[in-house]
């Protein structure tokens, strides 16, 4: 299979709308909170349009086979906190590839891409970050075969 990956444009904004109902899709079978909220669609494109396309801050590398969107991650940078050693880093978020491509190393050439990303001037961050949901443990074991190390767990409690 022959895939090339880049950065999104605003022009892929509707094609991108399926890739992202594939990721909230799979995030809704471990939390059903992951559904989506009436005008999500129009949302979601007014957020990719306005916060992630030629933004410093944050970009959308997309997988394309055959002139097809096959692939696509977000990419974010995070900032400095105020009061711990936690400087600027990259937050990957959204990572999602269908299923035909999926095994091919999809995945690994988009994160490559969003790391020359994170590298790059005005961004120069050392170290970037990603989410698992609870109970994916296929993500995790992709995540740590990939090199990540898993550095936080966050918890939640329903108040009653």
């Not at 939390?31 to 129009?42: F, M, S």
């Not at 698992?132 to 740590?144: F, L, S």
């Amino acid at each position: 299979m022959d895939v090339t990956t880049r950065h999104a444009d605003a022009e892929d904004g509707t094609a991108l709308l399926d890739l992202w109902h594939g990721f909230t899709d799979h995030l809704s079978e471990y939390d059903d909170r992951y559904r989506h909220k009436e005008n999500a669609d129009e949302r979601w494109l007014t957020y990719f349009e306005n916060q992630l396309v030629d933004s410093k801050y944050g970009t959308v590398v997309v997988a394309e086979s055959d002139d097809e969107l096959v692939g696509v991650v977000e990419a974010r940078i995070m900032g400095n906190h105020p009061i711990f050693r936690l400087e600027d880093h990259g937050y990957v978020n959204g990572l999602y590839v269908i299923e035909p491509y999926r095994d091919e190393g999809v995945a690994k050439a988009m994160l490559e891409t969003a790391v020359e990303w994170f590298r790059a001037s005005p961004r120069h961050v050392n170290f970037y970050r990603i989410n698992a949901i609870e109970g994916d443990e296929i993500a995790q074991e992709t995540y740590e075969a990939l090199g990540f190390t898993p550095v936080e767990h966050v918890y939640e409690k329903q108040l009653e």
